[in-house]
């Protein structure tokens, strides 16, 4: 099923005396690109989560948020860093003497800085932690893959009503095209006509000009492989696998196609035609920049 690469999820675990939160949403990328915010302590799960991620998810720009709370505090310390405490305390000393202000700060201004305490809690089961987080963000990304899938569903029918749209232009091309070489005969002969009167036309000269014409103005080719292209454009929309890349090159064949239909057929019609194709050429872009 077609996804988007724009997705929200959230979950959450509580168990074994933990209560784990994990939550991560996506934005158009190019390439995979993964951040984690997690606590320092739990720093350890960032690898682990990023390649479980990564095999579910292959493309967009994911963030990722990651809570841990410890619900059984029996066996947790807070302790304090001294060395950073220590740091902390020269600064303020520093900043004291140098703009001669009161150092009236005590321990419970001390204590508000960054990291100055620390948990510790004992005996930490790694494995039963990653299991946790697996559980969750298992359960999260269920969610955000819903939401990616059914943000595909409506971009599919978008680009669906616009390759049908396509494809009636490509057909009055087709229609309008053998009769612009009929018009161009006959404006051909009324002009030389115009030009040497009543004198016998010659129309061997004059099949052969517009046979060059016809040549030049052919448009069967570039409507064939546009068809082609469209088709294939079409069997990705179906596909279960990632395709944004793959469509993203092949809107710029249709694009191409188009183009050289718009140089060569010199007629006012197909030219509008051609306007209306390449407009919902760029829309069908936009919509591919966000599939994944």
């Not at 619900?71 to 520093?94: I, P």
């Not at 016998?200 to 409507?223: F, G, H, M, N």
């Not at 279960?240 to 718009?262: C, H, W, Y």
Request: contains cysteine; aromatic residues 8%; hydrophobic residues 40%.
């Amino acid at each position: 099923m077609l996804r988007s690469m724009t997705g929200f999820g959230r979950a959450s675990v509580e168990k074994n005396g933990y209560a784990v939160s994990f939550e991560m949403k996506s934005v158009n990328h190019r390439f995979f690109e993964f951040s984690c915010r997690l606590p320092r302590q739990y720093g350890f799960l960032e690898d682990k989560i990023k390649s479980y991620i990564a095999s579910k998810v292959s493309r967009g720009k994911i963030d990722c948020y990651l809570t841990v709370e410890a619900l059984d505090t029996e066996n947790a310390d807070v302790v304090v860093n001294h060395t950073l405490a220590g740091a902390y305390m020269n600064a303020l000393r520093e900043l004291s003497e140098k703009y001669s202000i009161p150092s009236d700060f005590g321990s419970v201004s001390l204590a508000r800085f960054p990291d100055v305490f620390l948990l510790r809690k004992a005996d930490e089961d790694e494995e039963m932690l990653w299991e946790l987080t697996r559980e969750a963000a298992d359960s999260a990304l269920d969610k955000f893959i819903h939401m990616r899938e059914a943000e595909g569903a409506k971009m599919k029918a978008d680009i669906q009503s616009r390759e049908r749209f396509i494809l009636d232009c490509v057909s009055f091309v087709e229609e309008r095209s053998p009769q612009t070489v009929k018009e161009y005969n006959d404006k051909l002969i009324s002009r030389v006509r115009e030009l040497i009167g009543d004198v016998s036309l010659d129309e061997s000269r004059i099949i052969q000009e517009v046979a060059v014409y016809a040549d030049k103005v052919a448009v069967a080719e570039e409507t064939v492989r546009l068809r082609s292209h469209i088709a294939q454009l079409d069997t990705f929309l179906e596909s279960s696998e990632p395709v944004g890349r793959k469509m993203d090159f092949l809107v710029q064949e249709i694009n191409r196609e188009a183009n050289t239909i718009g140089s060569k057929a010199n007629d006012v019609e197909i030219a509008r035609k051609v306007v209306d194709i390449k407009a919902e050429i760029e829309k069908i872009r936009e919509q591919i920049q966000n599939i994944e």
